[in-house]
C-alpha cells in the first residue's frame, strides 16, 4: 500500500481540522545530487557485444548512459550492424560533467588513428581524475597515446600491445580478464563480464556480496547467486 493510499483510507468519511503543527510546512531535506552520466564512446564498427552487460545494468541502477561521437546526431553503425546516433560531440565532452568514458573494441582502432581523439579525450579524463574503462581495440589506442605505461592494465594479448607504436608499459602489463589500477580499467575482448564488474566496483554501484553474485550468476552460471541479487533486488540494492 502507497502512503497516498494509507492517507486516503484513513481520512475517508471525517472531517479533519488543520492544526497549527499541520499547518506549518516541515523542513525541507536536500535531496541527492543527481549522479553525473556516463559516456558511451560511439564510432563505427565499434563492438556492440562488449559494453551490452556494462550499460545495461548501469542503467538498471539509475545512471543515465550517453553515447558521445564525432558529432552529435551523426549516426555511426556498429559491429553488429546496428545504427547509433550519438547525443554529444567529442569536442563538447568535459571530464567535469562526466562520472565516466567508456572505450569499446572496434577494427578501426587496428587499421589507422582515426579514434585517436577518443584516446586524447581519455587522456583528459584521466588527468581530470575521471574514470576511463577501455576494452578490446581501444587498450590499443591508449596503448599509443602513452596511457597505459604509468598504470597496470591488461589487454587481449601482451603482444597485441607490443606492436603498439609508443607503448611502453610492458612491465605493467597483467595476465587477468580485467584490471582496474585508480582511475584506469581495462579488458580484453572476452571478458565484457569482468570488465563490467571493474565499472561497477569503480562506481560502487552494488556492494561487494551483492557485485559478487552477480559476476557469479552472468559469469559462471552459478546458480547459488540468483536468490542473494534476489534478496538484494527486496532492499532496493540491485
Known amino acids: 500500500m502507497s502512503m497516498e ?4 483510507m484513513t481520512t475517508t468519511g471525517t472531517t479533519t481540522t488543520p492544526s497549527a503543527t499541520s499547518a506549518t510546512s516541515a523542513p525541507s531535506v536536500p535531496s541527492a545530487p543527481t549522479p553525473r552520466p556516463v559516456h558511451l564512446a560511439v564510432y563505427d564498427t565499434y563492438a556492440d557485444y562488449e559494453t551490452g552487460h556494462t550499460t545495461a545494468h548501469l ?3 539509475g545512471l ?4 558521445v561521437g564525432f558529432a552529435a ?11 547509433v546516433q550519438p547525443d554529444l560531440a567529442l569536442a563538447d565532452l568535459s571530464p567535469e560533467d562526466s562520472s ?3 572505450l569499446t573494441g572496434a577494427s578501426l582502432w587496428d587499421s589507422g588513428d582515426e579514434l585517436a581523439p577518443f584516446a586524447a579525450k581519455a587522456r583528459e579524463f584521466l588527468a581530470a581524475g575521471v574514470p576511463v574503462a577501455a576494452i578490446c581495440g581501444a587498450t590499443a ?3 599509443r597515446e602513452g596511457l597505459l605505461d604509468a598504470y597496470a592494465h591488461t589487454s587481449a594479448a601482451a603482444a597485441y600491445l607490443a606492436r603498439q607504436p609508443g607503448y611502453a608499459g610492458t612491465g605493467r602489463y597483467v595476465e587477468a580478464d580485467a584490471v582496474t589500477d ?8 572476452t571478458e565484457p563480464v569482468a570488465f563490467a564488474r571493474e565499472v561497477f566496483a569503480r562506481l560502487d554501484v552494488y556492494g561487494p556480496e551483492v557485485l559478487d553474485a552477480w559476476y557469479r550468476l552472468f559469469h559462471d552460471s ?5 536468490p542473494v541479487l534476489m534478496a538484494a533486488a527486496e532492499r532496493g540494492d540491485a
Do not use: N, W
Open 141 to 143: 589506442g591508449l596503448a
Open 182 to 189: 585508480g582511475d584506469l580499467i581495462t579488458a580484453g575482448p
Open 5 to 8: 493510499e494509507a492517507m486516503t
Open 222 to 226: 552459478d546458480a547459488s547467486a540468483f
Open 100 to 102: 565516466l568514458l567508456i
Open 64 to 67: 543515465q548512459v550517453r553515447t
Open 73 to 83: 546526431g551523426a549516426p555511426v553503425t556498429t559491429m553488429g550492424g546496428v545504427r
Open 59 to 61: 542503467t538498471q541502477r
